[in-house]
T-cell receptor, first 114, second 113 residues
């Protein structure tokens, strides 16, 4: 299995809703990442987990809450989002946080906040 | 030719021609670089990578050149095909204690049949 799987593929949520994005990989990678991508823009790094511990938070608002329950799973909990948070949310993984090769991306979750 | 749109530079080429996509990276300490292809509605797809101790790497129909002196990367695609139409991003790994992969602006490659 050489894939990163993200669910759901599409999500529409209201500004008062709570929802979660999920990401799963079975490649034995020990680093996992969340990126946010707006239309016609590059992906922007949000969070990095290394060995299930949060190692980088790129000053992301607290309405985004990441969680890494185990080495294969990464969640992004969403609460009280704003319409400007609508974007494609990408998950990625790499073998370890200390080895700079082998980043694999999922297909993303298209989030619309209404 | 190449043009800069409101947000995304665009390169238009004829099918069968060679394409060259350029990227300026920001961190002189970056030690690893990747080119990604992204089609509409999909995640970034790995094309080719290069480490900072190299200046050229070749794959199938693609070549990456790295010039550390001027912090410049290029992606060359030989015999461009309609299926190559996509947005291309370069990404640099900041290195250090934890990987941090940062993407460049991106270039839209439009292949004309």
């Amino acid at each position: 299995d050489t894939e990163v799987t993200q669910t759901p593929k599409h999500l529409v949520m209201g500004m008062t809703n709570k929802k979660s994005l999920k990401c799963e990989q079975h490649m034995g990678h020990r680093a996992m990442y969340w990126y946010k991508q707006k239309a016609k823009k590059p992906p922007e790094l949000m969070f990095v987990y290394s060995y299930e511990k949060l190692s980088i938070n790129e000053s992301v608002p607290s309405r985004f809450s990441p969680e890494c329950p185990n080495s294969s799973l990464l969640n992004l909990h969403l609460h009280a989002l704003q319409p400007e948070d609508s974007a494609l949310y990408l998950c990625a993984s790499s073998p370890t946080g200390l080895t700079n090769y082998g980043y694999t991306f999922g297909s993303g979750t298209r989030l619309t906040v209404v | 030719g190449e043009s800069v749109g409101l947000h995304l530079p665009t390169l238009s080429v004829q099918e069968g021609d060679n394409s060259i996509i350029n990227c300026a990276y920001s961190n002189s300490a970056s030690d690893y670089f990747i080119w990604y292809k992204q089609e509409s509605g999909k995640g970034p797809q790995f094309i080719i990578d290069i480490r900072s101790n190299m200046d050229k790497r070749q794959g199938q129909r693609v070549t990456v050149l790295l010039n550390k002196t001027v912090k410049h990367l290029s992606l060359q695609i030989a015999a461009t095909q309609p299926g190559d139409s996509a947005v291309y991003f370069c990404a640099e790994n900041y290195g250090g204690a934890t990987n941090k992969l940062i993407f460049g602006t991106g270039t839209l490659l439009a292949v004309q049949p």
